[in-house]
């Protein structure tokens, strides 16, 4: 025998279910985005004791900067410093300079960071943008707000998400956060993102992290030490002895 509803609690319809069920589903994301934001915080208080201050990005101008987010696409830093090198020596640094610069001179200049022809195309599609946007004065971007400002650096010819915030955060001082392969790879390996995780969901995670005070300077740092720590202990082969984040979260 069917055992009797109980009078106290009303029978739900399917309709009501369907809506506390929801109800639920979104109760249980909100709590996922506090924890995501908690872990996240907790994970820049680790690093800022392991690794305190990196004040990266190593250059002298923002300008630099730029060149040096083209140049360092699936290259090594030291390499990119080599290429810069190369175009200080000749005092052509400058957009004036790269922009007069023939194609195969651009290209033996820089030709140390790799993919020499990709890349003399890619960085003179920046410079023209940049000549055309601003003649270069970067303080005439100032008032443009950051995602119209993003929108634009994507548009130009082989900028991807990654280059467009490493320059709309180290060189036009925006609070976007760079989502880098040291950071999927620590995040991955600690179990708090997967392969599949597109980049504006992972970036989107740290932005909101980092709201606040001083969260330009909070995004720069994090990401840098994030760097550092893939460097000294996430490595593809990783070194964990002594890693800060040994156990977390």
Not at 121 to 128: G, I, N
Not at 149 to 162: K, M, T
Not at 192 to 205: A, I
Request: hydrophobic share 40%.
């Amino acid at each position: 025998m069917p055992k009797a509803a109980n009078k106290l609690e009303p029978r739900r319809s399917p309709r009501t279910q369907g809506r506390q069920g929801a109800r639920n589903t979104s109760a249980s994301s909100a709590l996922s985005a506090v924890n995501n934001v908690a872990i996240l915080r907790d994970l820049a208080r680790r690093l800022q004791r392991a690794f305190g201050a990196q004040r990266w990005w190593p250059a002298r101008t923002p300008f630099e900067v730029m060149v040096g987010a083209v140049l360092t696409q699936n290259a090594n830093w030291k390499n990119v410093e080599q290429a810069i090198a190369n175009l200080r020596a000749e005092r052509l640094l400058s957009l004036a300079g790269i922009i007069a610069l023939s194609r195969l001179r651009l290209q033996r200049l820089i030709r140390p960071a790799g993919y020499f022809r990709v890349k003399e195309k890619r960085l003179r599609s920046l410079c023209e943008w940049l000549d055309g946007r601003c003649k270069g004065r970067l303080a005439r971007l100032a008032k443009t707000p950051t995602l119209e400002l993003r929108a634009e650096l994507l548009a130009v010819h082989g900028v991807g998400p990654e280059t467009a915030d490493s320059i709309l955060l180290y060189a036009l001082e925006r609070p976007v956060f760079v989502i880098d392969a040291y950071t999927r790879r620590v995040l991955t390996r600690h179990g708090l993102s997967h392969d599949r995780e597109d980049y504006e969901s992972l970036r989107g995670r740290f932005e909101r992290a980092m709201r606040g005070r001083s969260r330009l300077r909070r995004m720069n740092e994090l990401h840098a030490q994030v760097v550092a720590l893939a460097k000294r202990h996430c490595r593809v082969r990783p070194s964990c002895e002594g890693c800060p984040l040994e156990g977390w979260p």
